[in-house]
C-alpha cells in the first residue's frame, strides 16, 4: 500500500481519467498534497485539529459479550466515537485543511445519504471556507435532515436532477462544477476514489484508523496483531484506512460489500468519475443501480486499491445482506450497547457468518472497524422491525 506513482496505478486499476480542463486541478491537487504529506508542520496542524476538534484517537474496545455470543475475540474500533459520528470526518480535515493552504476559499462536495456532506460543511464551517454540496434530488427527499443539517452549518446543498437523482449523478455533477470554478474552489471527494490523487490521497488521510488500531491491538493482544481485520467498503475508505494499518502484517484482511451494491463480486472492469476499478454494469456496460439497505454503501463501484488487493489476493472481498445486517445492528446494540451504522453492521456480520461457518476459527481475534453510529438508521431500523412483530 505505497504511493501510486504520478499515473495513480494500483495495479491496473486507478489512474486519472477526466476530461481535458479537469488535468491541471488534479496536477495541483497532487502536487500541494505531495508537498503537505511531506511537510511536518501540516501534518501537526492536521494532528491538532483531530485531537482537539474531532475527537481523535478514537478507543479500541474489547467486545465481551459480543464475543461470547460469538465464539472468536472481537476487538471494536470506534469510529463511531468521532465528531460528526463517522471516519468521514477524517477524510475531509485533511482535505479542507488542504484547501486552505492551496488558498482556496471554497469547497465542493458530493453526497448520497448526506454524511460525507454534513462533515463537509462542518469542517468548512469551522475553518471559514464556503460550502457547496452536490445531492440527487431523490436523496434530498430521503434524507432532508441531513440537508437542513448542512444547511444549518452555512452550507448549500444544490439539488441534481439528473439521471437517477442519486449519489453517481451527483458525482458527476460535482465533477463537472468544478471544471468553472477551480480558481476559487477545492473539490472534497468523499471516499478513497475517483481521479488520481484522491484514492490515494484519503487513504493517507484514513490511515489514521489503522494506524491508531494496530498501535492499540499491540497493547491489547497477546500476539499484537488480530487474525483477522474487517471493514465495510462502500467506495472504500474506512476499509482502505483500516487495512493501510495492517498490510505489512500476517492479518486477513476482509472487506464487506452490501449484497445490492457488491461491485467486486458482482461487477466488471470499467471506467467512471475518472478511475478505473470494477463497476455494476447492464449488459450493455452502463453502470448499474446499487442498491441497499445502507445509503453508504449505496454506490456501484470501489475504489481502486480494493480492486488491485482483491486481484493480487491481499484482501478478500465478501457480500453480506441487508437482512443480515439489521440482526448484527441488533446483536451489537444488545449485547455491547453499541448502537452501529447499518454500513458497519456488515462488518459485524460477516464476522458472525464466518465464526458460524469455521471461517473463522474459534478463539481467534478479530478487528472490526465501526465506522459510525446508527442514530442515522433509527428510523429505517424501526419501521422494518415493526413490519417483522
Ligand atoms: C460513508 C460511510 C461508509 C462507506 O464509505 P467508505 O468510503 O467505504 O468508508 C461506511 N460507514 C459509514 C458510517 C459511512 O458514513
Redesign the pocket.
Known amino acids: 500500500m505505497g504511493d501510486p506513482g504520478p499515473a495513480g496505478r494500483f495495479g491496473s486499476m486507478g489512474g486519472r481519467f477526466v476530461p481535458e480542463a479537469l488535468i491541471p486541478a488534479c496536477e495541483q491537487v497532487e502536487e500541494a498534497f505531495r508537498r503537505a504529506w511531506a511537510d511536518a508542520g501540516f501534518r501537526t496542524e492536521l494532528t491538532h485539529m483531530l485531537s482537539s476538534y474531532a475527537g481523535r484517537p478514537t478507543p479500541v474496545t474489547v467486545a465481551d459479550r459480543l464475543s461470547d455470543a460469538l465464539g472468536v475475540s472481537v476487538l471494536l474500533k470506534r ?1 463511531d466515537l468521532a465528531h460528526t ?4 470526518i477524517n477524510n475531509v480535515a485533511g482535505q479542507v485543511l488542504l484547501a486552505q493552504r492551496m488558498g482556496k476559499t471554497a469547497v465542493i462536495a458530493e453526497t448520497g ?1 448526506g ?2 456532506g454534513v462533515a463537509t460543511a462542518t469542517v468548512a464551517a469551522h475553518l471559514g471556507l464556503g460550502c457547496t454540496v452536490f445531492m440527487g434530488e431523490k436523496d434530498m427527499a430521503r434524507q432532508e435532515l441531513n440537508v437542513f443539517r448542512m444547511e444549518l452549518l452555512g452550507a448549500t446543498v444544490i439539488p441534481v436532477t439528473s439521471g437517477s437523482r442519486t449519489l453517481k449523478d451527483a458525482t458527476s455533477e460535482a465533477l463537472r462544477h468544478w471544471v468553472t470554478t477551480v480558481d476559487s474552489t477545492h473539490y472534497c471527494i ?3 476514489l475517483g481521479p488520481h490523487p484522491y484514492p490515494w490521497m484519503v487513504r493517507e488521510f484514513q490511515r489514521v484508523i489503522g494506524d491508531e488500531a494496530r498501535a492499540q491491538c499491540a497493547e491489547l493482544l497477546p500476539g499484537a496483531v488480530p487474525d483477522a481485520v474487517v ?9 482502505a484506512g483500516t487495512f493501510a494499518g495492517f498490510t505489512a502484517t500476517t492479518a486477513r484482511l476482509i472487506g464487506t460489500e452490501a449484497a445490492g451494491g457488491a461491485a467486486l463480486s458482482n461487477g466488471r472492469r470499467g471506467v467512471l468519475h475518472g478511475f478505473m476499478s470494477s463497476f455494476l454494469q447492464d449488459e450493455h456496460g452502463q453502470i448499474a443501480e446499487a442498491s441497499s439497505i ?1 445509503a ?2 449505496d454506490y456501484p463501484g470501489i ?1 481502486p486499491e480494493h480492486a488491485y488487493l482483491a486481484e493480487i489476493g491481499r484482501a478478500e472481498y465478501h457480500s453480506v445482506t441487508d437482512a443480515e445486517a439489521v440482526a448484527a445492528v441488533e446483536l451489537c446494540a444488545q449485547t455491547e450497547g453499541i448502537l452501529c ?1 447499518l ?2 453492521a456488515h462488518a459485524l456480520a460477516w464476522v458472525r457468518r464466518a465464526a458460524r461457518d469455521g471461517e473463522l476459527t474459534a478463539g481467534s481475534t478479530v478487528l472490526v472497524t465501526l ?2 453510529r446508527g442514530d442515522k438508521d433509527v428510523s429505517v431500523l424501526r419501521e422494518l422491525i415493526r413490519g417483522r412483530r
Open positions: 469510529e459520528g463517522s471516519h468521514k445519504a454524511q460525507h468523499g471516499s478513497a471493514a465495510c467498503v462502500g467506495g472504500g475508505s474506512n476499509a445502507s453508504g454503501l475504489g451504522a454500513e458497519s465506522s459510525g
